[in-house]
């Protein structure tokens, strides 16, 4: 009996021993930086989570798992500024080298017309910056694209021919351009068109037959605005950059009520604005902010006061996801915060 155990002790051994050792790799962080930005966010008519970043391409998120497309399986650039879905179910990207979208096999990539506005003035001051860039864009309900650019106003795009507009809105700089930045577009729910101008420009409204321009004259607490949105209610929610007496503006179709930090505001800087299902207002800021106004008075989420905000969306299950600098994507529940930005790399 002895023997026999012996003898199989033995034997388990030699072919322990005789097998080739498993490597486990342990995979080091991503070492992210202020220059690393999820910058965008979509729900898809499926109910996936899509999220655009400055640095790593294009993230999709299924619910279980997250999916990456970067330069190397076939997506046209890693920097993403903006996403959509169009009404035939194709992703489209507002990217660095212009237009990107996706039929769920294959990227294809469409620049914008050049626009050179090149200077000495401009690259001393603005060397980064790219005219030719699309950062904003929507599909109105006529299937017309609109894109907004870092640099060149904004474009009309019917899937053929690009039409230039709002150019020469807002300040006009040394070298003799306007260099309009259309930071953010949305169609309200009349079907009019609106874009926010970080060049100075304030915001404009389109009609469809004549552009309507609304300034710190008509009531608008800064002319350098980031990000634009409409609530439930049709009122019309404009973040500015934050300099001056900028804020946040809310406006109702004929006045303009303005908040800033001395009312409440987490931070003069708001950079994008999101209603959840249940009514409440998110605002984040790329200042190291974020809050939510409810029942008329702005509230914190402190876990989160430290981080730069840059895109917030809902998924179908109620959770609020927050996207920003250094990698950072969070999912909220209501109760607790899930962090997400090492996570989504796995």
């Not at 309200?188 to 469809?208: H, L, Q």
Request: aromatic share 14%; charged share 20%; proline share 1%.
């Amino acid at each position: 009996m002895n023997f026999l155990i012996s003898s199989i002790t033995l034997l388990l051994f030699f072919s322990c021993y005789g097998q080739k050792r498993k490597t486990v790799e342990i995979k080091e962080p991503n070492a992210y930086t202020s220059a690393d930005i999820v910058t965008s966010s979509l729900i898809d008519k499926n109910g996936d989570l899509w999220f655009g970043t400055s640095t790593e391409g294009l993230y999709k998120y299924d619910g279980e798992k997250f999916s990456n497309f970067n330069e190397k399986n076939g997506l046209c650039t890693n920097q993403i500024w903006d996403i959509i879905e169009d009404d035939k179910g194709i992703i489209w990207l507002a990217t660095n080298k212009g237009l990107c979208n996706y039929d769920g096999k294959k990227f294809t990539q469409i620049s914008l017309p050049y626009i050179d506005v090149s200077s000495e003035w401009y690259q001393n001051i603005y060397p980064t910056v790219n005219p030719n860039q699309a950062n904003s864009l929507i599909q109105d309900n006529n299937g017309i694209f609109w894109i907004g650019t870092s640099g060149g106003g904004a474009y009309k795009y019917d899937g053929t021919t690009f039409q230039n507009i709002l150019a020469e809105k807002g300040r006009k700089y040394e070298d003799s351009f306007h260099h309009n930045v259309i930071q953010s577009i949305i169609q309200d729910k009349n079907g009019n068109i609106w874009f926010a101008s970080m060049s100075n420009g304030g915001i404009t409204k389109y009609d469809g037959e004549t552009f309507q321009e609304f300034k710190t004259g008509s009531g608008l607490s800064d002319n350098m605005v980031r990000y634009l949105y409409q609530d439930q209610e049709g009122n019309i929610w404009i973040g500015t950059n934050g300099n001056r007496n900028g804020g946040l503006d809310k406006f109702d179709g004929k006045n303009f009520r303005n908040f800033n930090e001395s009312n409440g505001l987490c931070s003069n800087n708001v950079a994008v604005i999101f209603q959840s299902s249940d009514g409440i207002i998110w605002l984040g800021s790329d200042r190291e902010a974020l809050c939510y106004f409810e029942n008329g008075n702005f509230k914190y989420l402190d876990k989160l006061s430290g981080i730069s905000i840059r895109t917030i969306i809902e998924d179908k299950k109620g959770n609020i996801w927050f996207g920003g600098r250094k990698g950072n994507l969070w999912k909220y529940d209501g109760e607790k915060l899930t962090d997400l930005t090492q996570l989504k790399n796995e």
